[in-house]
Nanobody
Framework: VQLQASGGGLVQAGGSLRLSCAASGRTFSAHAMGWFRQAPGKEREVVAAISATGGSSYYADSVKGRFTISRDNAKNTVYLQMNSLKPDDTAVYYC??????????????????WGQGTLVTVSS
């Protein structure tokens, strides 16, 4: 699976952005998908994840109620809608794919395929 993330940019605090991640290959629906982020000087952290069918999702406490993950298996694409953005959300955002045989979608281990990252900058 090859992943291409897009949609990052510069936005003011309180604004919104929608990230997209397009996947190649015919096995997209056999993968859970996740969005991760890494801020300068910090470790990479999971932001949100969604099961292969799209029926279940997970959010980090820091983004609950503000971010929404979704997927369209017909378009091989996963999205991250980010609302009420804060300066602390500034980071490079990565999408990642996890084969369903590698375990539960909400566990960080097993995300084997990664996109190139897209930068989100939130100004105060």
């Amino acid at each position: 699976v090859q992943l291409q993330a897009s949609g990052g940019g510069l936005v003011q605090a309180g604004g919104s952005l929608r990230l997209s991640c397009a996947a190649s290959g015919r096995t997209f629906s056999a993968h859970a998908m996740g969005w991760f982020r890494q801020a300068p000087g910090k470790e990479r952290e999971v932001v949100a994840a969604i099961s292969a069918t799209g029926g279940s999702s997970y959010y980090a406490d820091s983004v609950k109620g503000r971010f929404t993950i979704s997927r369209d298996n017909a378009k091989n694409t996963v999205y991250l809608q980010m609302n009420s953005l804060k300066p602390d959300d500034t980071a490079v955002y990565y999408c990642a794919a996890k084969p369903v045989i590698r375990g539960a979608y909400f566990r960080v281990e097993g995300y084997d395929y990664w996109g190139q990252g897209t930068l989100v900058t939130v100004s105060s």
